[in-house]
């Protein structure tokens, strides 16, 4: 009641189109017309950078105190029609009483570690290879792995390939984030590579199976973002797997039921990308959406090794 009282005094007291605040006698009064202001940093009250705005005067606009000496003399603002924006710009300067910073409001993103998992054969390489090529802030740690090279595959690139002696002795050391011993061959993930990108601001992508989603979810937790991809049913992941032509029969059986199994952890993830056949682009155009959303939270990931 005595708020509504308050406002309905300063509304019928304050005739300025241009400013909410006027030289009442009461400080209370020079907020009112706007209940929220009276508690915000907008109220010069509280805002000794915008009580500067009392020594603000527009061309063509009357102050009935700037006869007033014992304030410092008014700043002019220019007509934002005619006049030049520089000289705006710096005019606004003068009446704030601060240079505007060109600081960023809100800092650089974190770099973000992105780990990509899904059944043998749905696409995580294909799906890699897309957005290595689109994507040149994305680093894409190279899985050491004790297993043979495939045709057309490159040391150092595709992965880092090692003795099964070489690769115990990373484990030994300590180097690797995390292992694991797939279809009888080791598969892990170098340390170092993912703290020295890190450091140059780069996103890190982590190819790992299910199971090594798992341990890395249980090491990294929230710090980092995980996916899942998936084929549109069980029937094109087989035909996939037929198609890339390098199983044998057998591993080719223990894939299919391994993905069986596989499909039903896709709750412990943060997304599912479906990558459907033929559909390849729209899948890498999920992901990279994916990682612009990631990149606007205002609750920034923040993965460190
Ligand atoms: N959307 C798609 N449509 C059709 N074929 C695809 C699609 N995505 C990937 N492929 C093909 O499916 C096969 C398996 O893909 P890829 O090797 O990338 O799978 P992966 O998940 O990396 O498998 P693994 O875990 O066994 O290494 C490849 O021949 C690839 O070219």
Known sequence: MIFRKLCTSISTSNHNPFFLYTKSPDPLHRFCSNPKLLFSQKNPILNP???????????????????????????????????????VFRAMEAALGSPFSSDPFVPNPNPLIIVISGPSGVGKDAVIKKLRESRESLHFVVTATSRAMRPGEVDGKDYFFVSKDEFLGMIDNNELLEYALVYGEYKGIPK??????????????????????????????????????????????????????????????????????????????????????????????????????????????????
Do not use: W
Not at 62 to 68: F, K, L, V, W
Not at 276 to 283: A, I, K, M, T, W
């Open 49 to 87: 950078k915008i009580q500067s705005l009392s020594n603000l005067r527009l061309f063509g606009s009357s102050n009935s105190s700037m006869g007033d000496a014992r304030r410092p003399p008014a700043v002019s603002i220019p007509p934002l029609e005619t006049a030049d924006k520089l000289e």
């Open 192 to 305: 170092q590579q993912i703290r020295e990108y890190m450091a140059k601001g780069c996103d890190i992508v982590l190819r790992v199976d299910i199971q090594g989603a798992k341990t890395l979810r249980g090491i990294l937790g929230r710090s980092a973002v995980f996916v899942f991809l998936v084929a549109e049913s069980e029937e094109a992941l087989v035909k996939r797997l037929i198609d890339r032509k390098t199983e044998s029969k057998e591993t080719l059986l223990v894939r299919i039921a391994t993905a069986k199994e596989e499909v039903k952890h896709v709750k412990d993830f943060d997304y599912v990308v479906v990558n459907r056949e033929g559909e390849l682009e729209n899948s890498v155009m999920l992901m990279k959406s994916i990682i612009d959303a990631e990149k606007a939270r205002v609750d920034q990931r923040n993965a460190t090794i």
